[in-house]
Every structure is written in structure tokens, then in C-alpha cells.
T-cell receptor
Framework: EDQVTQSPEALRLQEGESSSLNCSYT??????LFWYRQDPGKGPEFLFT???AGEEKEKERLKATLTKKESFLHITAPKPEDSATYLCAAFLEGTSGSRLTFGEGTQLTVNP | DGGITQSPKYLFRKEGQNVTLSCEQNLNHDAMYWYRQDPGQGLRLIYYSQIVNDFQKGDIAEGYSVSREKKESFPLTVTSAQKNPTAFYLC?????????????FGSGTQLSVL
């Protein structure tokens, strides 16, 4: 069964304290790995798409990387406004068609 | 600005009642989706539509119904058959399904049971 697992479930950081969020997947036929940011009571907002192992993408304090088994979202010198839930999703194509599977999310809190 | 509009923001359902959640997009996207979000769980797909007048069940379609009479609109009805409807409902769209295109999400509707 295709699975996408995010860790940790929750992470508390001090402002400026860099860290990484993990998204591991056990899917076959991965065609893309998406990262979204979700603020409380709002819909997810797109951050990155990664398509192949070794690919990296950056946006401000965030950098996403992809290997054959997992993706990391690195947060460098975070600020309180980076507090949100971060979701990853694996897009795959198989014999039964295409499918997007979401992880449970990591709730990030950055304290000033 | 282009985007997806969901309404209402909050909705309360009484026992045995059907309620309808609205979703409108002006992005000219072909594909639209409904997801359910529960605390501690990943988004789960309820229904999706690739073109007007056609839609497909997702992973948790029981107790829900949809229609796609216009490209811009994809309303979701939560029927009385859905015994545990309390959740945050998200509507999304993409240029077309199956391409690996990113999803654009609305701001969500929180449904609660009275």
C-alpha cells in the first residue's frame, strides 16, 4: 500500500534555530513530491514540487530536497511567521491511474 | 485575482439534514477536487471531476454527492448518510488531472454537527 509519513508530528523551534522536516514515502511510480504550507483555518498553499532524486528547490528560508525514499524540508534561521503546518504529498502513476497521497503534516511552531 | 472561493466558512448540520458546500474557481482549471481533513490525518479525497458533467469517487465518497454543471463550480453535498461529517472540507483545482500539476486550494469550510 502506498504510504506517505511525515515526522515529527510537531516541532518547536526558537527563532533562528535551523531544523529539518521529513517526508518518507513507500510508493511505486513516484512522479512528483509536493510541499504545501497550511495556516490554521486556511487551505494549503503550494511551496515546491520535486520530480527526481537529487533535486533541490529553495524559497527564502526554506529548501526542499528529494532522495529515492524521502524528502526533507530544511528551514534555515526560522522566524515566528514560519509557524504553520507543513504537508507533503506524493504524486504517483500506476496501473490504476494517477494518485496524490498526502502525509499527516508537521506542525511547526517558531518562538520569538 | 484568480482563485478558489469556498463558502460558507462555518456550517452546522442537524441530525438527518443534508448540507451543501459551495466551491467556485475562476482559474479556468479543468479539474476540481474535494478533500476532507481531520486532525492528525492526511487529506483524503472525496470526489474529483476532470470535465463538466463528469465526476469520479475518491477514497471516501460514501455519504457525499457532487455535481459539475459548470466548469467554475463543484458543490459538495454532505448527506444524512454521512454519520461522522465533522471535519474541515477543502476544495481544490488543477489545470487538469493526472499531470502532476500542483493543486490550488480554497480557504476551507468547517462543518460541525449540532
Amino acid at each position: 500500500e502506498d504510504q506517505v509519513t511525515q515526522s515529527p508530528e510537531a516541532l518547536r523551534l526558537q527563532e533562528g534555530e535551523s531544523s529539518s522536516l521529513n517526508c518518507s514515502y513507500t510508493v511505486s511510480g513516484l512522479r512528483g513530491l509536493f510541499w504545501y504550507r497550511q495556516d490554521p483555518g486556511k487551505g494549503p498553499e503550494f511551496l515546491f514540487t520535486l520530480y527526481s532524486a537529487g533535486e533541490e528547490k529553495e524559497k527564502e528560508r526554506l529548501k526542499a530536497t528529494l532522495t529515492k525514499k524521502e524528502s526533507f524540508l530544511h528551514i534555515t534561521a526560522p522566524k515566528p511567521e514560519d509557524s504553520a503546518t507543513y504537508l507533503c504529498a506524493a504524486f504517483l502513476e500506476g496501473t490504476s491511474g494517477s494518485r496524490l497521497t498526502f502525509g499527516e503534516g508537521t506542525q511547526l511552531t517558531v518562538n520569538p | 485575482d484568480g482563485g478558489i472561493t469556498q463558502s460558507p466558512k462555518y456550517l452546522f448540520r442537524k441530525e438527518g439534514q443534508n448540507v451543501t458546500l459551495s466551491c467556485e474557481q475562476n482559474l479556468n482549471h479543468d479539474a476540481m477536487y474535494w478533500y476532507r481533513q481531520d486532525p492528525g490525518q492526511g487529506l483524503r479525497l472525496i470526489y474529483y471531476s476532470q470535465i463538466v458533467n463528469d465526476f469520479q469517487k475518491g477514497d471516501i465518497a460514501e455519504g457525499y454527492s457532487v455535481s459539475r454543471e459548470k466548469k467554475e463550480s463543484f458543490p459538495l453535498t454532505v448527506t444524512s448518510a454521512q454519520k461522522n461529517p465533522t471535519a474541515f472540507y477543502l476544495c481544490a483545482s488543477s489545470m487538469y488531472r493526472g499531470s502532476g500539476e500542483k493543486l490550488f486550494f480554497g480557504s476551507g469550510t468547517q462543518l460541525s454537527v449540532l
